[in-house]
């Protein structure tokens, strides 16, 4: 029983590299998410999708895209990465009740 | 827009005592859920209970109750019996509208005591 997948769980990037954050989910739910969460911010909505095929932008987009590839995955890039694109990423996924957390993703920008 | 305060930055409480963590929320949904989760050091979210707007009773699971206050807008979360282990960031949360995407508050840190 997986859950929600997160890949990979810690990535050091220098400034300007890009990369694809990739989450999966085995529970059938129409919608993802992806938050970020800093030191003393608590989790900030990045972008989710409320069903395949559909993307809308939360809280903190600026500087990331995502794709819903299909109804199980939902991947989040960086195009050119900034340290202030350093924290924690999380994927999750639900529908009204209690929204399923991947393990994170530590991502650090030098 | 939905906002979740949390006032309380740390907490400490003893071993084996009750805990209430405070949260109170603004929304100008009619429809809308209250989470509480737990994240320990480890770093995983691990959800601990849920609160409808509508439900009429308090939600419990275990040695966790949420205090539903809906005229003051809160919704705190008490730990009975306190345990080493419930050491831990807790954050409220909400949903609400049509896509169901939480709203986070900044958490507070709770250290059991032996």
């Known amino acids: 029983n997986a859950g929600v997948t997160q890949t990979p769980k810690f990535q050091v990037l220098k400034t300007g590299q890009s990369m694809t954050l990739q989450c999966a989910q085995d529970m059938n739910h129409n919608s993802m998410y992806w938050y970020r969460q800093d030191p003393g911010m608590g989790l900030r909505l990045i972008y989710y999708?409320?069903?395949?095929?559909?993307?809308d932008k939360g809280e903190v987009p600026n500087g990331y895209n995502v794709s819903r590839l299909n109804k199980r995955e939902f991947s989040l890039r960086l195009e050119s990465a900034a340290p202030s694109q350093t924290s924690v990423y999380f994927c999750?996924?639900?529908?009204?009740?209690?929204?399923?957390f991947g393990d994170g993703t530590r991502l650090s920008i030098l | 827009a939905q906002k979740i305060t949390q006032t309380q930055p740390g907490m400490f409480v003893q071993e084996k005592e009750a805990v209430t963590l405070d949260c109170t929320y603004d929304?100008?949904?009619?429809?809308?859920?209250l989470f509480w989760y737990k994240q320990p050091s480890s770093g995983e979210m691990i959800f601990l209970i849920y609160?409808?707007?509508?439900?009429?009773q308090n939600a419990t699971e275990g040695r966790y109750s949420l205090n539903f206050q809906k005229a003051r807008k809160s919704a705190n979360l008490v730990i009975s019996a306190s345990q080493l282990g419930d050491s831990a960031m807790y954050f409220c949360a909400m949903s609400g509208g049509s896509n169901y995407k939480l709203t986070f508050g900044k958490g507070t840190l709770l250290t059991v005591n032996p």
């Open positions: 609160q409808g707007s509508y439900d009429q």
């Open positions: 999708s409320a069903s395949e095929g559909t993307t």
């Open positions: 929304t100008s949904d009619p429809s809308y859920g």
């Open positions: 999750a996924s639900g529908y009204s009740q209690p929204q399923h």
